[in-house]
């Protein structure tokens, strides 16, 4: 069973910045598309970033264009997410999210492995 294992999170002020790891346990890391995902106390999962297999193709929401990069590292099974110019509409539980295939994949309901996630929050 894969298992997909977050890192990184923590309190940050306002304007901070913060990296966001997951390690994946596979043989077939470069086989897979990954995403983070966050939800906040009361809304739905949303989408923050996504990349495809080669890590080339990526996608991210509006709210975290030129603020957040998403980089897949197939050497190294980790995906990451470098979080800059941190708000407090940041703050969330972001999750790490995995699957085969050879699109770029954005909806929560596509990903079948999921980390147990890692909280965010920024505030001073």
């Known amino acids: 069973q894969m298992r997909l294992v977050e890192s990184g999170g923590g309190l940050v002020q306002p304007g901070g910045s913060l990296l966001l790891s997951c390690a994946v346990s596979?043989?077939?890391?470069?086989?897979?598309?990954m995403a983070w995902f966050r939800q906040a106390p009361g809304k739905e999962r949303e989408i923050v970033a996504a990349?495809?297999?080669?890590?080339?193709?990526?996608y991210y929401v509006e709210s975290v264009k030129d603020r957040f990069t998403i980089y897949k590292d197939n050497a190294m099974n980790t995906v990451y997410l470098l979080m800059n110019s941190l708000n407090p509409e940041d703050t969330a539980v972001y999750y790490c999210?995995?699957?085969?295939?050879?699109?770029?994949?954005?909806?929560?309901?596509?990903?079948?492995?999921w980390g147990q996630g890692t909280q965010v929050t920024v505030s001073s």
């Open positions: 999210a995995a699957r085969g295939g050879v699109e770029l994949y954005v909806l929560a309901s596509e990903y079948d492995y």
């Open positions: 596979t043989h077939t890391f470069d086989t897979l598309g």
């Open positions: 990349v495809e297999r080669t890590g080339i193709g990526r």
